[in-house]
């Protein structure tokens, strides 16, 4: 490796919440720098979530992410000319991250529907705990329970 690290960026909260969380996640849904088009589907998500929840769309969103963080992933690890599943505890920036990336892969692979509907359905489940999101974490912790026979590889 060479050279330094790259610093850290600061995020500015997003403009209508003031909440950091909702930034990154308009910044993950964002293609093409198109960033007010990113911000239209977000808010317009959270507007369909108040109205058929009757609750507040942030409190949607928080516990949303709650149920689709992961505490465990696997990663490969080559030891003696083999290929080990190892698995790791997430850090708590990549947990976010990947929450926010199977929440949006989720939606995106539904069909049929607006963004803006598909996101807010996929927020919604994933809220109460179902949906594919939640499935995809649930995946990966099983994977990470069935291989914790190479957890002393983790280093």
Do not use: C
């Amino acid at each position: 490796m060479r050279g330094k690290r790259a610093p850290k960026r600061q995020i500015l909260p997003d403009p209508k919440f003031g909440n950091i969380h909702v930034a990154k996640f308009i910044n993950y849904i964002m293609q093409d720098g198109k960033k007010t088009t990113a911000q239209k589907v977000v808010y317009d998500a959270f507007d369909i979530i108040s109205e058929t929840t009757k609750q507040d769309a942030l409190e949607i969103f928080d516990k949303a992410l709650k149920n689709v963080m992961p505490s465990l992933e696997i990663k490969s690890k080559r030891v003696g000319g083999a290929n080990y599943q190892v698995p790791m505890p997430v850090r708590g920036d990549r947990r976010y991250v990947l929450a926010f990336r199977w929440i949006i892969a989720a939606s995106r692979a539904k069909k049929g529907k607006p963004m803006a509907q598909k996101l807010s359905a996929e927020l919604m489940a994933a809220a109460q705990g179902e949906g594919e999101s939640v499935r995809k974490r649930q995946d990966v912790q099983k994977m990470a329970e069935a291989n914790r026979a190479f957890a002393h590889f983790a280093r």
